[in-house]
């Protein structure tokens, strides 16, 4: 498919992401976040995405050999997260190529699957290009009794090359210091700057910024993502956006934006949430998804 040769500002595809990513230009975006469903690839049978190699087109960067050795190790552990691997990982190459030099990819995981990702992606990306795991813990809904309440998830954050990738702390929301007592008043007053660890509450049921979405995500932690590791200008990409909360967040922030989701309830609330918010956003459907060459087995 011919790639298009530059991305309109702020624009929604509606339709299976990997036609809309595999439709945008190399290198064309500073910030990628993505928050998948984890269930998705549970109803894929394990090997219907292809995780051949291509001389050409791509792949270039990745680590060739070593990756297909320690996929191959890391899914023979776990059948689910095999088939769930074989969703995502094609996504994953597209965001790879996308990224410009300077860019960071935020791939937002439940704890049971972080671990495999991590170590998938570290050879995916290349183990140098890991930046940090960000603990996102929350305090609400029941609680177990027999074990430690689970109340965090996992941001894995890795970047395209780390001779080269923008972060920028400066701009970064800060939050207010555990034990002001130890610290000067004029502290105090700047707050202190978030760690790998970011306590905040997830959207409440009964708060303004609540959509109706489901899964949404605190625009609190979206816009740290996005003063870190873009500018004002840069175009931000989300292609499970959900409820739109990357763009809505990136537009605060004069960012632009991509979002992509197929869930026809995703396009209504992000439309109503854009309208409201008075931001500029074009509705497209995602590009057919390409024709695979079929290819017989052996
Ligand atoms: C966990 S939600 C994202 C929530 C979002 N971060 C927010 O704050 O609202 C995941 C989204 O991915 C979408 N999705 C799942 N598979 C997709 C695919 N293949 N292409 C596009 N969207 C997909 C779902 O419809 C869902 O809205």
């Not at 935020?106 to 995916?124: C, W």
């Not at 632009?256 to 309208?275: G, T, Y």
Request: glycine residues 8%; charged residues 25%; hydrophobic residues 35%.
């Amino acid at each position: 498919m011919p790639k298009a040769t530059a991305i309109a500002k702020n624009t929604v595809f509606f339709g299976d992401n990997l036609a809309s990513l595999a439709a945008l230009p190399d290198e064309s975006v500073q910030l990628i976040y993505i928050d998948p469903p984890f269930n998705t690839g549970r109803t894929q049978k394990r090997g219907t995405a292809t995780t051949k190699r291509v001389t050409e087109g791509g792949r270039v960067g990745f680590k060739g050999h070593q990756y297909e050795t320690v996929r191959q190790t890391v899914l023979s552990y776990d059948d689910e997260f095999a088939d769930y691997w074989a969703f995502l990982e094609p996504r994953l190459e597209q965001a790879w190529r996308l990224l410009n030099q300077t860019g960071t990819l935020y791939l937002h995981l439940d704890y049971r699957e972080s671990h495999y990702a991590k170590v998938l992606l570290d050879a995916l990306f290349g183990r140098d290009c890991f930046l940090n795991e960000i603990i996102w813990a929350y305090d609400y809904g029941g609680k177990s009794k027999n074990r430690w309440p689970a109340k965090h998830d996992t941001i894995l954050v890795y970047v395209k090359d780390p001779a080269k990738y923008f972060f920028n702390s400066t701009e970064v929301d800060r939050e207010p210091y555990m034990a002001p007592g130890l610290v000067t008043p004029e502290k105090v007053a700047l707050g202190k700057l978030p760690t790998d660890v970011w306590w905040h509450t997830i959207v409440s049921p009964t708060g303004k910024e609540k959509t109706g979405y489901p899964t949404q995500k605190p625009l609190g932690i979206l816009r740290r993502i996005i003063q870190a590791s873009s500018s004002a200008g840069d175009t931000v990409l989300d292609f499970f956006g959900g409820s739109g909360t990357t763009g809505a967040a990136a537009a605060q922030l004069g960012r632009h934006f991509i979002l992509c989701d197929q869930n026809p309830e995703s396009i209504a609330v992000m439309k109503q949430r854009f309208a409201k918010a008075g931001v500029e956003v074009s509705f497209e459907n995602s590009p057919r998804s390409p024709k695979r060459k079929s290819s017989k087995s052996k």
